[in-house]
């Protein structure tokens, strides 16, 4: 059923506490819970709720959670913990009085997670509407942008072939263990002590051991796969459910380390891509391709992200660069004059080529076009900020949903920590002109 309206009594209660009486009133996240239009919010989400059953929890509620949690950098657990003991987070949250424990189940945000979708570039619109309503975006900044790519790492270890087999065989014999699939022989602590001894043998560069201890590890999990599959045939049910493991298991066992072409990096998480962007830290980086536009110059606030989406299958830069600009100009309604890019993005199919300028490029690059251009490097702090404060350092979710989730949200949590900063300094600005106002100066001495 569609989530319960959001309602206020406004009257005192003899055995609880309001919290509007034990806050201050002009804290900043207080503001900001004020300025988030939550009516839209509700309206934009409650299409994805069926008329009857039990109503859901308040849009407000959870969406806020959300924020809070992308705005502090805060695992699903620590928000809910810190909710209990923080009145500003309960009040954010359309709390009227203060409570002492979680009203809800901590699963409820990965279910809203999954129910939203592609929803949630409604709460980047409305960061981007909240900041231009407070002065720190202006319409003009939305003209000019910079568009980069990134990794979002995925919560993987490195993918070493003894590591993959491990896990394979782990994987599939957890499975058989909850399904009642009786094994001749589980192969674990042979396959855990082969995992360790490889990569012992591989830090001594005693390879030929090395490989000696990947051959038992791919024999095991050999005879582990045939031995499930005898096991289940003939019956339909237990065939579909262990289709998809072990063909991953197949692949795992048969690809090799320096193969070309598409190879699996994790057992519990297959869309996992293997990304090089020259860098000399991390020459190949495990997750998935993050495109961000932020704006070139920086608005009162700072440098806001005007989009971020993933980019699953690790496509040329340069191709996805007109689906980028489109995607921004209908989420902020401002049509891009111009585009800043780095020289990943050379031959790109943007709509308007003359308009994108390249880093490096000398041809029609002069006055302020040579200003903006100089400026390209700055969204590179901008994602830094992402990954240090934010969640796209690590994505935790699961799935190609989580990951596209992750990216958005971590770019609402940016947005809306800028938000918070020049709210601060608006308040500070008033309280000094405010005490300047009323301070009584001392009288003039009469000239001697």
């Not at 009203?103 to 979708?117: F, V, Y």
């Not at 855990?192 to 038992?216: C, D, T, V």
């Not at 391709?289 to 070139?296: L, R």
């Not at 585009?339 to 308009?355: E, L, M, Q, S, T």
């Amino acid at each position: 059923m569609r989530p319960k309206k959001h309602e206020t009594t406004g009257s005192a209660d003899l055995f609880r506490a309001r919290l509007d009486q034990i806050i201050n009133m002009r804290h900043e996240l207080v503001q900001l819970a004020g300025k988030i239009d939550w009516e839209f919010i509700d309206g934009e989400i409650a299409p994805l709720y069926s008329d009857s059953g039990r109503p859901g929890i308040a849009t407000q509620f959870v969406i806020g959670l959300f924020l809070l949690k992308h705005i502090y950098g805060l695992s699903d657990e620590g928000v809910c913990e810190r909710w209990v003991h923080d009145p500003y987070f309960q009040h954010f949250t359309g709390e009227e009085f203060f409570r002492h424990e979680f009203p809800h189940e901590r699963s409820d945000l990965s279910h809203w997670r999954k129910r939203l979708g592609g929803k949630l570039e409604i709460l980047l619109a409305e960061s981007l509407r909240v900041a231009h309503e407070s002065g720190a975006l202006r319409t003009k900044d939305l003209a000019r942008v910079t568009v980069d790519t990134t990794v979002q790492p995925k919560d993987i270890t490195f993918p070493t072939d003894a590591k993959l087999l491990h896990a394979a065989v782990k994987g599939l014999t957890r499975l058989a263990r909850k399904r009642g699939v009786r094994l001749r022989q589980s192969y674990v602590r042979i396959a855990k002590r082969a995992a360790m001894m490889a990569g012992r043998y591989a830090h001594a560069k005693q390879f030929n051991r090395h490989r000696r201890q990947l051959r038992i590890l791919r024999t095991r999990l050999g005879r582990l796969i045939r031995d499930i599959r005898r096991k289940v045939a003939g019956n339909a049910e237990l065939e579909a459910v262990f289709a998809w493991p072990l063909s991953r298991a197949d692949q795992i066992r048969s690809q090799q380390q320096r193969q070309r072409g598409w190879k699996l990096y994790s057992f519990h998480a297959p869309e996992v891509e293997c990304i090089g962007k020259g860098k000399a830290s991390a020459p190949y980086e495990f997750g998935v391709k993050a495109s961000v536009v932020t704006t070139n110059a920086r608005a009162p606030g700072g440098q806001f992200v005007l989009h971020a989406r993933t980019l699953p299958g690790n496509p040329y830069d340069g191709h996805t660069l007109g689906a980028v600009i489109e995607a921004t100009e209908r989420l902020t309604g401002r049509e891009i004059e111009r585009a800043y890019v780095d020289k990943g993005y050379r031959g790109h199919h943007a709509p308007n080529p003359r308009r994108v300028f390249i880093s490096g490029q000398k041809r029609g690059v002069f006055g302020r076009i040579k200003r903006e251009l100089t400026r390209r490097s700055a969204i590179e702090a901008v994602i830094g900020h992402m990954k240090a404060e934010g969640h796209l350092g690590r994505c935790y979710l699961k799935g190609r949903a989580g990951d596209a989730a992750n990216v958005i949200l971590s770019a609402v949590g940016y947005n809306l920590r800028l938000v918070l900063a020049w709210l601060r300094i608006i308040l500070r600005v008033i309280l000094l002109a405010l005490l300047q106002t009323f301070t009584i100066r001392p009288a003039l001495k009469p000239a001697s």
